[in-house]
Antibody, heavy 117, light 107 residues
């Protein structure tokens, strides 16, 4: 069974940092591109970042470019999102998703990041 | 950035009736379009990829159509578990933008 489990969210002050993790199981992690998608409370879905299966290719939304870094450790079956210089507008549930034809076929349950003083 | 516009914002439908949801892209995305269902407190679930292909385990009452800039998700006979928010997403170019969602509610 495919499982994606996010962790690392929490309450952080503006300008702060967090590292989000997504532990994958039930499939060959190193075969798949992966994504991060976020959803602000009561709002819609926003694609944040994407990484190739070997980590050599990454892409970011303009709103997070230069502040967020996606990475992966295929030996640990884990996807990461380093989030720096956080702003109030970054407050959201962050989901990881497995890529399937550029869509997300499996999603984790999400981890909540709250940016507030 | 490609803007995805969904209509209507809310659709009120009785169980057993047909629901038709629309999604329009600001420029052509070919057939690179996905549909998701999201229920309160849950992650999105992939329903349709490639505009018309049902994802694994998705019931046949869900169907997708369209190409270019106009797309439709049809739920042929609404079941109680289908009341949710539905999002379209273009997968043709980065960033892979979503529509704002259509809420399907019980009439």
């Amino acid at each position: 069974e495919v499982q994606l489990v996010e962790s690392g969210g929490g309450l952080v002050q503006p300008g702060g940092s967090l590292r989000l993790s997504c532990a994958a199981s039930g499939f060959t992690f190193s075969d798949y591109w992966m994504h991060w998608v976020r959803q602000a409370p009561g709002k819609g879905l926003v694609w944040v970042s994407r990484i190739s299966n070997d980590g050599s290719y990454t892409k970011y939304a303009d709103s997070v470019e230069g502040r967020f870094t996606i990475s992966r450790d295929n030996a640990k079956n884990t996807l990461y999102l380093q989030v720096n210089s956080l702003r109030a507008e970054d407050t959201a549930i962050y989901y990881c998703a497995r890529d399937f034809n550029s869509a997300g076929d499996y999603w984790g349950q999400g981890t909540l990041v709250t940016v507030s003083s | 950035e490609i803007v995805m516009t969904q209509s209507p914002a809310t659709l009120s439908v009785s169980p057993g009736e047909r629901a038709t949801l629309s999604c329009r892209a600001s420029q052509s995305v070919s057939s690179n379009l996905a549909w998701y269902q999201q229920k309160p407190g849950q992650a999105p679930r992939l329903l349709i990829f490639g505009a018309s292909n049902r994802a694994t385990g998705i019931p046949a009452r869900f169907s997708g159509s369209g190409s270019g800039t106009e797309f439709t998700l049809t739920i042929s006979s609404l079941q109680s578990e289908d009341f949710a928010v539905y999002y379209c997403q273009q997968c043709n170019s980065w960033p892979q933008t979503f529509g704002q969602g259509t809420k399907v509610e019980i009439k």
